[in-house]
């Protein structure tokens, strides 16, 4: 039975995500993109009708999937702090997801031409999950606003450190498959992170 409504578009979103991520934005076509998807180009106009639209749609498309897949601090653990150091481990351990990576490749490339859908990108993956964290320490730990959030970008920005850059030129492996979540503590050095945690928000605090 042929795809209808939501289902194709949500199939298109997957497909062309791909194809981005692949051959990136200037030589995906949309005339690639039906094809991939095993469906008409009037059917993807009518969805779609334009390029722009389509890549603005798929980073709307990873802002659900990736916000899923991370989840909120507080699912993470009873404690407070060990909730945000797992919170930040996950991240981690999706960011080796070559899915992930490439699609950060690919906002970079395109921030010249495409500066709105590149900020869109970086908002998905990290001002989201950085807004995400402050939130929770805000609630939690019984912080101030505008302190959570120094703490939550600080902590991000070293435990981002050197992974996030080796990644991005290649110098740490990717991997293709979504990582587990049960491997976060042989994949991720969550002391690592601890000590982290504790030089931006000492015990006493």
Same mark, same amino acid.
């Given at each position: 039975?042929?795809?209808r /409504? *939501?289902?194709?578009r949500?199939h @298109?979103l997957?497909t062309?995500?791909?194809?981005?991520?692949e051959?990136?934005?200037?030589r995906t $076509?949309?005339?690639?993109?039906a094809?991939?998807?095993?469906?008409?180009k =009037? $059917?993807?106009?009518?969805?779609?009708?334009?390029k722009?639209v389509?890549?603005?749609?798929?980073v709307e498309?990873i802002?659900? $999937?990736?916000g899923g897949? @991370?989840r909120?601090?507080?699912t993470? $653990?009873?404690d407070? =702090?060990?909730?945000a150091? =797992?919170y930040?481990?996950?991240f981690? *351990?999706?960011l080796h997801w070559s899915?992930?990576a490439r699609?950060?490749?690919l906002g @970079?490339?395109?921030a010249?031409r495409?500066?709105d859908l590149a900020a /869109?990108?970086y908002d998905?993956?990290f001002?989201t999950t950085?807004?995400?964290?402050?939130?929770?320490?805000t609630?939690?730990?019984?912080l %101030?606003? /505008? =302190?959570?959030?120094?703490?939550s970008?600080?902590?991000?920005?070293l435990?981002?450190?050197?992974t996030l850059?080796r990644?991005?030129f290649?110098?740490?492996?990717?991997v293709?498959?979504?990582?587990d979540?049960? %491997?976060l503590?042989?994949?991720?050095?969550l002391?690592? @992170?601890r000590r982290l945690l504790r030089e931006?928000?000492?015990?006493?605090?």
């Amino acid at each position: 039975m042929a795809r209808r /409504g *939501q289902e194709l578009r949500e199939h @298109i979103l997957e497909t062309a995500k791909f194809a981005f991520l692949e051959d990136g934005f200037e030589r995906t $076509s949309m005339d690639a993109v039906a094809a991939r998807a095993g469906t008409s180009k =009037r $059917s993807l106009y009518a969805h779609f009708p334009t390029k722009d639209v389509l890549f603005h749609a798929v980073v709307e498309h990873i802002r659900g $999937s990736f916000g899923g897949r @991370i989840r909120t601090p507080a699912t993470y $653990s009873d404690d407070p =702090r060990e909730a945000a150091v =797992r919170y930040c481990g996950r991240f981690v *351990q999706l960011l080796h997801w070559s899915a992930a990576a490439r699609m950060i490749r690919l906002g @970079i490339a395109e921030a010249d031409r495409l500066p709105d859908l590149a900020a /869109g990108l970086y908002d998905v993956l990290f001002g989201t999950t950085a807004a995400d964290l402050a939130a929770y320490l805000t609630t939690a730990l019984d912080l %101030t606003p /505008g =302190r959570a959030e120094a703490i939550s970008h600080e902590l991000f920005g070293l435990v981002l450190h050197p992974t996030l850059p080796r990644l991005l030129f290649g110098l740490e492996p990717l991997v293709d498959e979504l990582p587990d979540e049960s %491997t976060l503590a042989s994949d991720v050095d969550l002391d690592r @992170i601890r000590r982290l945690l504790r030089e931006v928000l000492p015990a006493e605090a």
